[in-house]
């Protein structure tokens, strides 16, 4: 079910920022299906709850993969939008993600560092264990953090912030994420997502200086309830 401005799932706002728990579907701004992406939903929301004549400033700070869920942050300003990339370069916005694997993995925590190349006619990412032409060096750490009947919940942070790195990464050590056809999970989602969720963000606001901790709740599906 995508997001509309009656069900959209506001975690934070003030005057300049807006943050959200994405759905699983929604696109995070305009792409070439021409669907509704949830910048525009947001600026909908915005106009709407304050009232505001003519158009809506809204920056789209980061994105997340069509079929991820979880947290993403608008800026409502150009200013925290301005702060709010420089923080990004410099790393300081601090993501932790949840997925759910396929089996379990070799290790209970680890270090994953792989040298990506990003194919643009799949849309696709390839892991590699040296560095070739036109790839990146991506690193994340996982932990296991629930066992289940056939899957593993794990925390992952990035380091890096590479194409469908998550993805791509934890299938190469062969825990691909349910759900997720693309990197060699056998069946898809019903509704096409994958049990990839942006769980939890810290970061200092980009105006007021105040600590942000914020933690999206996840999808409702079983899959997720007996994580949660």
């Known amino acids: ?133 036109g790839s990146k060096k991506a690193i994340l750490h996982y932990k296991i953090i629930k066992k289940l009947d056939n899957y593993s919940l794990l925390e992952v942070d990035l380091e890096t912030g590479r194409h469908h790195q998550i993805r791509c990464q934890l299938a190469n050590i062969g825990n691909p994420i349910k759900g997720d056809l693309k990197y060699g999970f056998k069946r898809s989602n019903k509704d096409g997502s994958i049990h990839l969720h942006a769980r939890k963000i810290n970061f200092t606001h980009p105006v007021n200086k105040e600590l942000i901790q914020i933690t999206a709740p996840t999808p409702q599906d079983p899959i997720w309830k007996a994580c949660s």
């Open 1 to 133: 079910m995508k997001s509309t401005k009656d069900n959209l799932q506001v975690l934070f706002e003030d005057n300049h920022i807006v943050i959200v728990n994405k759905r699983a579907g929604d696109i995070s701004q305009g792409d070439k299906t021409g669907d509704t992406p949830l910048s525009d939903i947001v600026k909908e929301y915005i106009k709407e709850k304050y009232n505001k004549p003519g158009n809506v400033f809204l920056g789209v700070v980061h994105r997340l993969d069509r079929p991820t869920s979880g947290i993403i942050i608008f800026a409502r300003t150009s200013k925290a939008l301005e702060r709010l990339n420089k923080m990004l370069r410099e790393k300081t916005i601090k993501k932790t993600y949840w997925a759910v694997v396929k089996n379990q993995p070799k290790k209970a925590k680890d270090t994953l560092i792989n040298f990506l190349k990003k194919n643009p006619k799949d849309n696709k990412s390839f892991a590699f264990e040296k560095e070739i032409d």
